[in-house]
């Protein structure tokens, strides 16, 4: 993954376990002291609560443990993991640029484009000036790349 993912990781770990884990904790409490447990509605959200944050924690840190962080400003050449890529849509004329990052850090409406997706699978080894049809589920789209960059 990418420096910025693997840091974007570890501030949602780190808001998770010293913010987000700690106001749990004190809202079971604060439940618990309602009384009856059974019948208590805060008490079951609070604690529906505790278990998403608790495997998202696991989960983070999982991900920050087997995480190999990938500079792409020392890469060059074809596409690849970490490039920035400007292409146009040759159907439409819309030009659009992606980078092809790690699954974990991918936001399509961010420009960041998940290396198993069939877009960037389509992408990689190609070099400026190709063309590239690319099988998506909203059927083929023919793209041309405009530039490639490492940055």
């Known amino acids: 993954m990418t420096r910025a993912g693997f840091d974007a990781l570890e501030v949602e770990l780190k808001q ?36 998403f944050i608790e495997g998202r924690v696991g989960e983070l840190e999982a991900i920050i443990s087997r995480a190999e962080v990938i500079d792409p400003a020392s890469l060059s050449g ?6 920035t890529v400007a292409v146009v849509d040759e159907d439409t004329d819309e030009e659009k640029t992606w980078q092809i990052v790690g699954e ?12 198993k997706s069939p877009i960037a699978r389509a992408f990689i080894g190609k070099e400026e ?23």
Not at 134 to 150: D, F, M, Q, T, W
């Open 104 to 115: 974990h850090e991918a936001n399509i409406e961010k420009g960041l484009l998940n290396i």
């Open 78 to 83: 074809s596409i690849k993991f970490g490039a």
């Open 129 to 151: 000036g190709d063309s590239v049809e690319v099988r998506a589920p909203g059927g083929i789209k023919s793209y041309e790349i405009l530039s490639v960059e490492y940055k």
């Open 16 to 51: 998770l376990k010293t913010i987000e884990r700690p106001a749990i904790i004190q809202a079971i409490a604060e439940a618990r002291e309602l009384g009856d447990l059974k019948e208590n509605a805060e008490y079951h959200s609070a604690r529906e609560k505790q278990g």
